[in-house]
């Protein structure tokens, strides 16, 4: 495994994260998510990521049960607050001082951990004032429950406000947790680049397009059963990518995996890791062989010629 650092942080986490959204707690058995955490971090990988909201706070509690014993300071936990975790109070959402304050305590008592390496805004809150809930993070890192704080898919507007403010209070945004991979590629323009100019790094979700970019999904096909897609409760989320002019696409990728000598899995993990910016690719995984395979992206740099050639085989199904 190699490791990178979180933006300008001193912390380095795995360059392959493992998250568990859709699938513990949820797509596949507790005996099979502990597999799966076992075989990461057999594999090296030290960092993992989930959410309050994820399976409704099982993903949290399956995680915990699958880290303890193991060397805290061998690990890093991310979580997120934002989303409302069950039938929904009226302060059960957002990122209210009050929410924040809730949120954090029954996601350590879930991961069965003292801290969080990484406290994230899942998303950002246009009704709390910025000012409140950056006063609130700022409070989660001095109380020792997060080390550092991030956000996820917030703009690069809301992420100067957000850095303008923590940097005034003493502490310190180090990330943004976008979606970014071959197929969505929203945040070049200018997420990227403001992170860069701030000193902030991308934990980048779904690189794998939640499975499409392995290349399983054929265009006028029923989806496998086992698969996401054909999962009745999970499978809808993929409306974004279960396109037949998509998944055309992607079958064009074939070929140039292979000229890379690559999968299409690790082709697909290693274009965003060629992203200077960003810091992990965070990936799912259903079962213990697919993360085997997800790492051999490891330490792989692409040749601009594959790279463009990605491009030429996608056009225009890229969203950006
Ligand atoms: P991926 O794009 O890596 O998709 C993972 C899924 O793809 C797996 O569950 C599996 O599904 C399939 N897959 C994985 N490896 C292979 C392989 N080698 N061959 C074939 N199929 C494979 O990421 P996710 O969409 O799962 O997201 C990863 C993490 O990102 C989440 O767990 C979460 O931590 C984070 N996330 C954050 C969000 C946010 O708003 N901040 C939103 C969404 C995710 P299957 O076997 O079932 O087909």
New binding site residues.
């Given amino acids: 495994m190699e490791f990178r650092y979180l933006g300008d942080s001193g912390l380095k986490i795995s360059e392959i994260?493992?998250?568990?959204?859709?699938?513990h707690g949820s797509?596949i058995e507790n005996e099979q998510a502990q597999r799966c955490v076992r075989k990461a971090l057999d594999l090296g990988i030290s960092t993992f990521?989930?959410?309050d909201v994820?399976a409704n706070t099982k993903a949290e509690t399956v995680l915990g049960e699958a880290l303890k014993g193991e060397r805290r300071e061998s690990l890093e936990i991310f979580t997120?607050v934002y989303w409302p975790t069950g039938p929904a109070g009226h302060n059960d959402c957002g990122l209210s001082r009050k929410h924040i304050m809730e949120s954090i305590d029954g996601s350590l008592r879930r991961l069965q951990t003292d801290y969080v390496d990484l406290y994230?805004a899942?998303?950002y809150d246009a009704e709390t004032p910025l000012e409140e809930t950056m006063q609130a993070f700022a409070d989660v890192v001095r109380a020792g429950k997060a080390l550092y704080i991030g956000v996820?898919?917030w703009t690069a507007d809301q992420i100067r406000a957000g850095h303008a403010l923590a940097k005034d209070l003493g502490v310190r945004l180090v990330s943004s947790?976008?979606?970014y991979?071959m197929l969505w590629r929203v945040i070049e323009d200018e997420v990227v680049p403001t992170c860069e100019e701030l000193g902030l790094s991308q934990i980048v979700?779904?690189?794998?397009?939640?499975?499409?970019?392995?290349g399983?999904y054929k265009p006028g096909q029923q989806p496998a059963e086992?698969?996401?897609?054909a999962?009745s409760e999970?499978g809808g989320?993929m409306g974004d990518f279960m396109q037949d002019d998509i998944l055309a696409a992607v079958q064009k990728l074939v070929p140039i995996a292979a000229d890379a000598g690559l999968?299409?899995?690790s082709l697909?993990?290693a274009w965003v890791l060629q992203n200077d910016n960003v810091t992990a690719?965070?990936?799912?995984?259903?079962?213990p062989?697919?993360?085997e395979?997800?790492v051999k992206a490891v330490g792989v740099r692409l040749d601009p010629e594959i790279m463009r050639r990605v491009d030429e085989a996608l056009g225009d199904v890229v969203q950006r």
Wanted: net charge positive.
């Fill in positions: 994260t493992y998250g568990n959204w859709l699938t797509q990521d989930t959410a994820y997120k994230q899942h998303r996820s898919e947790q976008p979606q991979s979700w779904s690189p794998m397009a939640q499975g499409v970019l392995s399983k086992g698969t996401r897609a999962h999970v989320s999968s299409m899995p697909a993990i690719a965070l990936v799912g995984a259903s079962r062989e697919q993360l395979e997800n």
